[in-house]
């Protein structure tokens, strides 16, 4: 099998801004918030100063007792320190467990106790509000990034001690633990290693190819996805300028790329969604932009038609990528201003070759189809090794020959390409939730978000959400769904009313909870 005569040194996370550095010191890193582990940095840094920190942090990590293989739970603020401490736990050897901000402390409370006493690395506003007391007891230290907190050490003190060299852990080891979306339950600790972490790179550097080493790359990933950890290394030690977001408020954006125009745009689907926005922006945020790019999930048409429409570049395109956190990236495909507008949102596209394999397994003996989907299994080299503390949950994802499934269900066509039709725990029999969706988002522009779920005692049920929250026009609704699979009346929300993950998707089996008790009809709003 190709994939795995690939050769693969790992990708030694704790010192990638030392060799970042060392090849492009003045390379600059832009931010739209102050770093709270830094704040006298100030917002425009360059890849010299980004190291000069890890480093520093690292030492105060070990100077607080951190020691190889011990995990480091990081659960603070939202900010792109995040995952600049967990470069720094990285770099003493030790293991970064990264826990979104979003997560509620009952949450966090459950992973530390599967975790087995970790170390937990949090904020002093995060002990007041949010964790629960227990948190003392579930970790074998608790230290502080920013303020104090009493049982607590604060990295603040540490400043000035004795630096100490990086710890060379080997890459078949665990790196990196993230989580899961958590869209189905308590999200799971997917473990990665420097192996698997380096063979995630490979694909996004086939998908950068086209694009020059000068042009400014954009992020707006979820600092605790393991995109973001794999992404940031992928493009410093290209040297690209970086721009690292927190904020994915449209005049916001549009004031920093107005600023520091973007080459390159990668983000979440749901992000690149409510950026459409800046297609018409006077200040023309996007007209620079060379690629755009989103995260492992794919996107509605409509989005990548309207992005692609405000770059001036002369040949622009959008990388869409197929993956989860347990793969990174398996399949993609990419989309020009002239094949995006009639584009099929359901063709996630091909594999990499020598790098990802897939296949379609039939649910009831038929060749899988649109109208017989199958399971969409997998095989790569960035594959993690496994959820911690629950190895026969990872174990029953592997069918009998060693491919790993999904959970989404689909088929692939003649020529090869592969096409997602819904996640299984999802699916409504006789129809594709997933391209529903993208039918209604092409019909009906001032959509921001509609999402199809079961209804409790009848058809789908649609939830919508519209720009600034304007009621639905319900002519042009009942326009739109002509043709379609018979749905239920809709169901407008605010976007903020959605449950969501810490990547912005919106967590369907809770939706369809929230809504069954309620009645459904045309007379909610």
């Given at each position: 099998m190709l994939l795995h005569r690939v050769t693969n040194r790992g990708i030694r996370l704790g010192t990638v801004f030392?060799?970042?550095?060392?090849?492009?010191?003045?390379?600059?890193?832009?931010?739209?918030?102050?770093?709270?582990?830094?704040?006298?940095?100030?917002r425009r840094l360059t890849l010299t100063e980004i190291a000069d920190l890890v480093a520093d942090h690292a030492s105060r990590l070990w100077a607080a007792g951190v020691r190889p293989g011990e995990r480091v739970v990081i659960h603070k603020a939202d900010g792109f320190d995040i995952s600049l401490l967990a470069y720094s736990v990285a770099r003493i050897g030790a293991v970064p467990v990264l826990l979104s901000p979003k997560l509620d402390g009952a949450t966090v409370a459950r992973l530390l106790a599967r975790l087995g006493r970790p170390v937990l690395l949090t904020d002093a506003a995060k002990l007041e509000r949010d964790l629960?007391?227990?948190?003392f007891e579930l970790a074998e230290r608790v230290l502080v990034a920013t303020g104090r907190f009493p049982g607590t050490t604060p990295l603040a003190a540490l400043a000035g001690v004795q630096r100490v060299a990086p710890v060379t852990a080997p890459q078949d080891r665990a790196a990196l633990i993230t989580h899961t979306s958590g869209t189905t339950g308590l999200p799971k600790l997917a473990v990665q290693t420097g192996h698997t972490i380096q063979a995630r790179c490979r694909p996004q550097s086939v998908l950068l190819a086209p694009v020059g080493r000068r042009e400014p790359i954009a992020v707006h990933v979820s600092f605790v996805h393991s995109r973001m950890i794999s992404?940031?290394?992928?493009?410093?030690?290209?040297?690209?300028?970086?721009?690292?977001?927190?904020?994915?408020?449209p005049e916001q954006v549009a004031e920093l790329f107005s600023r520091v125009p973007p080459g390159?745009?990668?983000s979440h689907p749901n992000t690149l969604l409510r950026w459409e926005v800046l297609a018409d922006h006077p200040a023309k945020p996007l007209a620079r932009v060379r690629c755009f790019s989103n995260t492992f999930d794919a996107i509605h048409?409509?989005?990548?038609?309207?992005?692609?429409?405000?770059?001036?570049r002369k040949l622009p395109f959008f990388a869409q990528t197929y993956g989860q956190s347990e793969t990174g990236a398996i399949a993609a495909r990419t989309y020009t201003r002239h094949r995006s507008g009639g584009a099929d949102g359901r063709c996630v596209g091909r594999t990499f070759p020598g790098m990802t394999e897939v296949r379609v397994a039939s649910r009831d003996g038929r060749r899988p189809?649109?109208?017989?989907?199958?399971?969409?299994?997998?095989?790569?080299?960035?594959?993690?090794?496994?959820?911690?503390g629950e190895d026969q949950r990872f174990d029953r994802n592997f069918s009998p020959d060693g491919w790993w499934r999904m959970g989404d269900l689909?088929?692939?066509?003649?020529?090869?390409?592969?096409?997602?039709?819904?996640?299984?725990?999802?699916?409504?029999?006789?129809?594709?939730t997933l391209d529903l969706e993208d039918k209604l988002f092409t019909r009906l522009p001032e959509l921001l978000e509609v999402i199809i779920v079961p209804g409790p005692?009848?058809?789908?049920?649609?939830?919508?959400?519209?720009?600034?929250?304007?009621?639905?026009?319900?002519?042009?609704?009942?326009?739109?769904?002509t043709g379609l699979p018979l749905l239920a009346a809709p169901v407008q929300r605010r976007l903020d009313e959605l449950p969501h993950t810490a990547t912005t998707k919106v967590k369907r089996l809770e939706l369809a909870r929230e809504l069954a008790p309620h009645p459904i009809g045309p007379d909610r709003p």
């Amino acid at each position: 099998m190709l994939l795995h005569r690939v050769t693969n040194r790992g990708i030694r996370l704790g010192t990638v801004f030392d060799r970042a550095s060392a090849r492009h010191p003045a390379s600059p890193v832009y931010l739209d918030h102050d770093l709270d582990i830094a704040p006298e940095l100030g917002r425009r840094l360059t890849l010299t100063e980004i190291a000069d920190l890890v480093a520093d942090h690292a030492s105060r990590l070990w100077a607080a007792g951190v020691r190889p293989g011990e995990r480091v739970v990081i659960h603070k603020a939202d900010g792109f320190d995040i995952s600049l401490l967990a470069y720094s736990v990285a770099r003493i050897g030790a293991v970064p467990v990264l826990l979104s901000p979003k997560l509620d402390g009952a949450t966090v409370a459950r992973l530390l106790a599967r975790l087995g006493r970790p170390v937990l690395l949090t904020d002093a506003a995060k002990l007041e509000r949010d964790l629960p007391a227990e948190v003392f007891e579930l970790a074998e230290r608790v230290l502080v990034a920013t303020g104090r907190f009493p049982g607590t050490t604060p990295l603040a003190a540490l400043a000035g001690v004795q630096r100490v060299a990086p710890v060379t852990a080997p890459q078949d080891r665990a790196a990196l633990i993230t989580h899961t979306s958590g869209t189905t339950g308590l999200p799971k600790l997917a473990v990665q290693t420097g192996h698997t972490i380096q063979a995630r790179c490979r694909p996004q550097s086939v998908l950068l190819a086209p694009v020059g080493r000068r042009e400014p790359i954009a992020v707006h990933v979820s600092f605790v996805h393991s995109r973001m950890i794999s992404g940031a290394a992928l493009f410093a030690l290209r040297g690209h300028p970086l721009i690292v977001l927190r904020e994915d408020d449209p005049e916001q954006v549009a004031e920093l790329f107005s600023r520091v125009p973007p080459g390159v745009i990668e983000s979440h689907p749901n992000t690149l969604l409510r950026w459409e926005v800046l297609a018409d922006h006077p200040a023309k945020p996007l007209a620079r932009v060379r690629c755009f790019s989103n995260t492992f999930d794919a996107i509605h048409p409509r989005t990548v038609h309207t992005l692609l429409g405000a770059s001036e570049r002369k040949l622009p395109f959008f990388a869409q990528t197929y993956g989860q956190s347990e793969t990174g990236a398996i399949a993609a495909r990419t989309y020009t201003r002239h094949r995006s507008g009639g584009a099929d949102g359901r063709c996630v596209g091909r594999t990499f070759p020598g790098m990802t394999e897939v296949r379609v397994a039939s649910r009831d003996g038929r060749r899988p189809s649109r109208e017989s989907p199958g399971h969409i299994e997998v095989r790569s080299g960035g594959q993690i090794i496994g959820y911690h503390g629950e190895d026969q949950r990872f174990d029953r994802n592997f069918s009998p020959d060693g491919w790993w499934r999904m959970g989404d269900l689909g088929y692939r066509t003649r020529w090869g390409c592969l096409h997602l039709l819904d996640r299984e725990v999802d699916e409504i029999p006789g129809i594709s939730t997933l391209d529903l969706e993208d039918k209604l988002f092409t019909r009906l522009p001032e959509l921001l978000e509609v999402i199809i779920v079961p209804g409790p005692d009848g058809p789908p049920v649609p939830v919508v959400c519209t720009r600034d929250d304007r009621p639905l026009d319900r002519g042009r609704w009942d326009e739109a769904v002509t043709g379609l699979p018979l749905l239920a009346a809709p169901v407008q929300r605010r976007l903020d009313e959605l449950p969501h993950t810490a990547t912005t998707k919106v967590k369907r089996l809770e939706l369809a909870r929230e809504l069954a008790p309620h009645p459904i009809g045309p007379d909610r709003p």
